[in-house]
Structures are given as C-alpha cells and as structure tokens.
C-alpha cells in the first residue's frame, strides 16, 4: 500500500467532463461582440526583395475595417517584412474584415512587387561561402566561424569507409575557403572535456557518420489563435491559445511599447503545445494592432497551411559524429560537428548538440555545433528542445560500435552508464537517477534478454536523457465552509498538470479528490506562473502547491487549537477533519466546521499561499524498445512491437503518466518513421496532413509503459517532470532496430520505404 | 470559400444542361470537391448536386457474375458489395484504400474516377476488370472503355456537359489483387497502385490484366507485361518477366513522394506479388 491516498492514483483528469463534453472554451470559440476576422499577408517567394506593397485596392473593398504593415508598428519593432522577405509566408501585412472570405480576398488584393533572390534551404549549401546571404554581409564575428573548414576536416581524417559523402563533398568544397568569413551562420556552441585525439589513439574500434535529421512541425491539433481587444481607454485583452500567458503578455509590451499590464492575457484550453506555443507575433501581436486600428475585437487564427509556412517547427540538423571505444567495451571518446537548420533567424537549440554524450562515462568528448541560416521560417521548441536529434546520432552509432566489438547493446550500454556520485563533465558529481534500472526494466517487459525474431525482423533498443526546467509560479488555495477546497493559479494546464495539482492539494489537505477545484486565472488576476514547457508544471507547480497546501495547513490547525482549546501538538490534520490526538472519548472538528468558524475570527478565512521559484532538477531517462519488420522489397516497416520505460522519480497521477510516455514514444516514431517538411525551389512543398504525414492508430501498437521511480530530492513526492524524455530515445530504436531486422544502417530520416530499398540494394538485395 | 450558386436538379437532362455552363462543377460525395473549395483551389461559379437524380447509385449483379455500379455509390459500399468482393476484389480492395471509413461513406466512386487522378484507387480495380463508363448528356448516352476515359491529370475524354452514370464490369476475372504502396497504413494517397487479374484454364493463364495507377499521367494498362502472360503456365520467371515489362510501361514522375526510380521499382515489385496473389485466388 502506498502511504499517499490521493497522489500516486490513477484518477480521472479534472478537465475531463468539458473536454468530453465540448464544454472547454479554445481560441476558435471566443466570439465578443463585433468581433472582426483578421487574414495575414503573406510572402508567394522564398527570398525577394520587396519592391513595393499596395494595399489601395484592398481598402476600397467592403467590409474591409482595417489593413497594417510595418508602418502601423509604432515601436519599430520587426512584425511585418519590409524590404526583404526570407522565407515562403513570411508576414507582409494584415487585414481585418466582417467576414472571413472578405479578408481572404482583401489579402489577395494587396499588391506585392517582388525581386526574386536566390535561395538557399539546406545547411550544407547554405555554409558555402558562395551561399545567397540571408542577412547580407551583417554577419557577428564570432570567435570560431572562420574555422569550419578547419572543423570539418579534424573529423574527417579517419579511414572510416562511411556514407558521409555530404560531408566529405563539403569538406573538399571548403578546403578552398579556409581563410573565408562564413556569411550564414547565426550562433556557435563549442565544448570540449579531456582529449579526444587521445581518446581516439587508445581506441581499438572508431566508427563515424553523418546522421541527417528533417525539420518537423509540432503537429497540434489547435492552429495558433488570438483573439484582441483594444477598449476606448487603451486597455487590450488578448484571448490566446498559448503555453505562457504571461510571456505572452510581456512578449506584447515589448514588442508594441504598451505598459505591462495594460495588457490582460485570457489563456485559452490549449489544443496541444509540444514547446511550439509561446510566439508572441505569429498572430498575438497582429490581432492586437488589427483591433487598435478597427477599434474592434479582432480574432486572427491560422489555417493549417499557414502552420506549415509559419509554425516555429523543429530544427532539422546535420550531426558529424564519430565515437572510439576498447574492444572490451569502454567507451573513450566521442567527438560531433553538428549544423543546426536555424532558418531565417537565429535560435536553434545548438547547444543540445552535447547531448551526444548521453548517460555515459565518455572521458573524452567534443562537440562544435553552429546554427545556420536558410531561406524557412524562425524555429522554436519542440519536446525536449534538441535533444532527439543528438540522441538520434549517439544512440544510433552506439548500437554499430556494440556490433563491430559484439556485445549485446543492451549490456554495453549499462557498461558505460554513469552512477551516482561519478563526475559530470560540465562540473558536480552525478545524483542519484535510474538510469540502469530504467533500462533494465525496459529489457525485461519487452522480453529482450530472450527475444527471437524471424526473417526480416529485428529488435531495437536507445535511451535518451532530459532534465526537467523550473520556473516562478504562485497558488491560492481557499478552503470553503463546505470542507471543500479551491486552488486559483496562472499557469496553463498541459497534458494533466491541473489534475495532478488538485491531487496535491487534495493529499494534503485530507479531503476527497472530488471535493477540490482548480480555477486558473488571467493575468490581471492570477499570480504570476512560468509558462508550460520544459516539463516544469508538475515539479515547480506541484512545488507551489504544497507550499499553499501548506500554508492552509497552518491556519486550519491554528483555527482548531483556538477552537478546541487545545495546544497545536495535539492536533493532527487526517479525513478532512482536526482531531485531538489523545482525546477519548475522540474529538474532532471538521474542515467545514473550522471554515465557517474562520469568517468570525480576527485571523480571518483560510487561504494558503505558496511561491516558489526554483530548485535544482534532476536528469530524467527514458528507455525504449521496438521489434519492427521490415519488408525489404517494399521498403516498408511494420512495428510489432514497443516498449517504453522512463524514470519519472514519482508517478503523481500513473495514468497521466502513461498517456505522457505513450504520446511522446509516438511522437517519436513518427519523426523516425514519417514526418518531414519538405522543401523546394520556393519553400515548404507539404503544407499540410496529406503529404506531411502524421502516424494514425493503425500504423503502431499500444505502447506498453513501464514506469520507473527513483525519487527526484525536490520534486514534489520525488516527482521529475515527465513530458519531454519519451520522445529522445525513439528516433534510434526505431533505426536500431531496422537496422537489426535487415543489417542496414539508416542515417538520414525518415526512414522510409524508398531509403530502405535503396540500402538494401546497396547491399546487394534483389528484390 | 467563395460565393457559388446551388443547384439541386432532379434529371439527368437537367444536370446536363447546367453543367454545360461555364465554370460549373458537379457535386457527387464532396470530399474532393468541397475541401479544395475551402482552400480556395476551386472556385466554381455554379455547384450542380447529383444527389437528387434517382437511379444513379447501387450495385446490382447479373446472371454471368457481370456488375453494375452506380456512379453515386458511396466506395464504402463498392467495399462493403460481397459481389464486388468475390469477382472484383482488386476494386473491392482498391475501394478499402481510400481516407477513412467517414470519407468512404461520403465519397462515390463516380467521383473517384471522374476527379481523374491517377492516383486514384479505384481506378486499377477498374481497369483489370475491363470496365465500361457509361456517360449520360443532354445531347444523349455514350459508353467508354475505362482504359480510354483518361487524358492526362484531372483530364478525361468527358465533354462539356456530359456526366459519368454507371460503371459496367463484364464477366470477371477468376481472381484479382489490388496493392497501394503507401507510406501511413490507411489514410495515405498511393505513391503507386498495381492490380492485377488472371483467369486460369487447366493451369495456364488464359487472360491477364495488369492496371497502373500513380505511373504515368493517366492510370494503364500494362499491355506487354500482360500478353507475356498469356498461354503460359506460372512460373517466377514469368512473372519476373511480366514484372519487369510492366515497369518498363510506366513512365513516372519524381515528385515530394518519391522518385520516378523507385516507383518503376515497385512497378516490378508489386505486379508480381498482386499476380501471385490473384492466381492463388484463381486456383482456390
């Protein structure tokens, strides 16, 4: 028996009835008075220069109320393009109209001349120095960006017979520009622990390759939305569909020069968020200056096309990456070259790119990553920012290495696994995280130790590390003369967060599950909240909660020693009531009795309070297997099979927990597997579910979940935020174990039925 | 989507005649139709719906195993039809491809056919079985082969005004395959479509049909692959030969979903295995 009544309870999620129901309130359906629809122009070239913008037309048709380009910013700020568009859909201006078909044709009617530029999409090209540049000769002088050449070729110097020709290709191309300004790069990360030459010297086995990893899109089932309205005394409300109210709402003041909080954020139900939820202008920033300028409420909402043009997907990435070990099995050293597809801005999660180092005692290791320029839209987080495809690249060339030295991949990577208290590279010693009973007991539940696989089957196994984040946030909780309890806050429940705060509150309070309530409030009401993203609801709300909880705690027991009469220490708080411990007969006064006594006494109602900032998080590992079959005259891949264990340190609410794992293991799949965005001569050539392929129920089977609990020192109940680490490890085991069903290695993804043929047939197979 | 006139005539003659007008569509399930309006890609003048003509749906079987489609039969009954299933089944099979089962029940395969993608999954099931389009205007009736209804893309030999009845499927095949190769297990588009139909006497292949979808600008036939089969007994060579003759009748493009190489590739793939398929159907 658990010694928690209420937390660690598989309970129904406290949004479940209005999500069933249709009852919950998302973006599309906010529709105040007058509301008008406002439509985004948006760039027909990839690259061009603008020559002119002519919205004359477009302002004489009926029922067009209001049109804003760049000029309509009164802080400067960059919304719109102005001479220069740098990616398929980048925003030229906006439109707000009565109808939706008036402003879709109001959009069409402004004028855009263009002077068509070249274009570049590919990282590779792009780093030429010969490459169109994006941002002209603008470029930061950063310390090390007149040395990719030279990085290149340090990590191309082995024999290795592999199939990096891109690399090597590039590698020949730069040797000529060695001394050359790199005119596309936005941002550069280096880190460098112990020696990897050496590392590579002792070595008895060194395996490289070059590991290709597409862009893809977050895939909500919500397209980004707001609502604004902008009232006669300058105050703005914005409905928004977003992870982070409050970010929104600072995001609003800085980018439109409004004092803070003459800005009121409404967070909407939130139809997914995955990370790519919390842009301020993609349409936030528009609707507000739409309904400054119409001075009407105005809801500008995104089809699923302009997500493709327009989303902040994920970055795709190129990842050199080569790894020395002992034939016994010791890893040595590892060293990655990694060009982040950073698209027309910089900020492309680089520095994931020491992620290459995993959970493993590697001595030696060193990573150069550089974001780079290319003609598509801005990225932004998705699931465990990065880290899926770095993980791609370890995990996929540890299973080669384990083959060359022939050691089952399970057990070398358990070998070189770190343990409590050995040292970290980056600095401090390692706590205490299951990292070898979380793969051990994905070995065990998928039936690895003795598994069997027919002809063209195999069976894969990676594991992937993510740390939780941590934020501000505050809670309220109200105790009622009912016995009941309330719980006011700001942040965004995401995938269950609210239920497992109200489970909290509930535990601690003594009270039935049923019998607690969570109202989230906007920001001119609630207390501030981080944003939801980066697995921090649970620990740093869950953290703020017991606080409060707390906090009500002390009151109630103060409330019953003055009204029982008794010191505090004969109290105990347990079934919703105060009893006195050594009364007999018992004696006892309940929660509703002590709230109605409140209303009447100096000290007044009871009302927890708690806030919390941050404590040190603990890393997290998720482990996976899959048994696949591959059909090798078709190319196509079936999964018979897939197994997720993860290590959540306490599983507040088990079933939450294994929809997380369940959700982000076939995340993982698809970008394995499916998901692409695809780009041409002018941009993004699969705007939508057609040929952007998302995984339905019938392409996989139930993911079976394995949870693991090695309690986190300061999470709540030992609990570790539970969202990102099950997509890391996926895109691996799916390539590890294709690569065991029919012994070849796939590198660049998605692995499809076209790739696999054409490996196949490099190996010699007749179909 | 743009602003359109509704017309919901109850005649043939009358469908006809506003069809014949300019920028006019026809509206039979929708689901082409109707989501390539709200995307702005279509933007008829004039909707002519065909669901109030009587008669133009349902599948009715005759005394030789010959059937008889309906143009507004929803592809969920061309599915669902056991006939179709026992004579036909490379379109039975052809018809379970398509989206989803609501879209099925929404979608007719006069639509599927008459939208004239060569993509489209109904459509190889159609030409293994030799089946005649009987097409209805004003001006009267005329009956084409399914193999010669095709122009190119979203192109047929319809003229102004004239609209797609029925489909005839004369005496069957003894055993038919449909297979899509696809990426997604259901809801996917074919990156290509091979079926396949024989008829067996005494062991030897009497007749062979092979249909193509998604390689070449209109569905075929793979003529060559199917004369090679004709008066010989199965071996794999032969159809290795057959195979190969078919990719070389194909003549794909390259496009987002794969190359024009590895389509040919899975010409010869996928023409064997539905050839395997259908004699193991015809000798059971």
Known sequence: MSEYSVVGQKLPRVDAVEKVTGAAQYGADVHPAGMLYGKIVRSKHAHANILSVDTSEAEKLPGVRAIITQDDVPSGRRVFATDKVLYLGEPLAAVAATDPDIAEEAAELIKIEYEVLPVVQDVIESIKPSAPRLHGDATKDGPNRRNISSKIKELSNSEADDNSNEIRKLEAELEKYADEVYYNISAESHTEAGDVKKGFAESDVVVEDTYFIPRVHQTYMEPHVS??????????????????????????????????????????????????????????????????????????????????????????????????????????????????????????????????????????????????????????AYRAPGAPQAIFAGESQLDDIAEQIGMDPVKFRLMNMREEGDAVPAGGSEPKVGYKETLEAVADAAGWWDREADDNQGWGVAVGDWTNGCGPGGVYVSVHEDGSARIFHGSMDITGTDTAITQIIAEILTIPYENVTIRRGDTDSAPYSTGSGGSVVTFTMGNTAKLAAEDARRRILELASERLNTNEDNLELRDGAVHVITADPPKSISLGELAAFSLSTTGGPIVGKGSFARQPSTPALAAQIAKVEVDPDTGRTRVLKLVASQDVGFAINPMAVEGQIEGGTVQGYAWAMMEEMQYGENGNINPGFVDYRVPTSADLPTVQSVIVEVPAPNGPYGAKGVGEPPITPTLATMANAVNDAIGVRITELPIKPEKVVEALKNNGHEA | MKNFEYFEPTTLAEASRLFAQEHAQLLAGGTDLVIGMKAYTETPQSVISLQQIPDLDGITTDTDNGITIGAMTKVREVELSEDVQEHHTALAEGASEIGSIQIRNLATIGGNIAHASPAADTVAGLLVADAQVSIASAEGERTVPINELFTGPGQTVLKSGEIITQFHLPSPASGSHYIKHKIREVMDLAFIGVASAVNLQNGVIKDARIGLAAVAPTPIRATEAENLLKGKIPTPELLQQAGEAAAAAASPISDLRCSAEHRKEMVDVLTRRTLRYALDRATR
Not at chain 1, 236 to 250: L, Y
Not at chain 1, 369 to 374: I, L
Request: a positive charge.
């Open chain 1, 227 to 380: 609502v604004a309205s902008a009232d006669s005394s300058g105050k703005i409300t914005v409905w928004a569909s977003t992870q982070g109210p409050f970010a929104i709402r600072s995001g609003i003041a800085g980018t439109l020069g409004i004092p803070l909080t003459q800005i009121n954020v409404i967070g909407t139900t939130m139809g997914g968020g995955f990370g790519g939820r919390f842009g301020v202008i993609i349409t936030h920033v528009p609707a507000v200056l739409l309904s400054q300028k119409s001075g009407r409420p105005v809801r500008v909402q995104m089809t699923r096309e302009e997500e493709f043009l327009d989303g902040r997907p994920a970055p795709g990435c190129v990842i050199k990456l080569k790894t020395g070990a002992t034939k016994d099995g010791h890893i040595l050293a590892r060293q990655a070259l990694a060009f982040w597809d950073s698209g027309s801005v910089s900020g492309a999660s680089i520095g994931s790119t020491i992620r290459v180092r995993g959970v493993y005692k590697i001595p030696n290791i060193k990573v150069d990553a550089y974001g780079v320029h290319t003609n598509k839209s801005g990225t932004a």
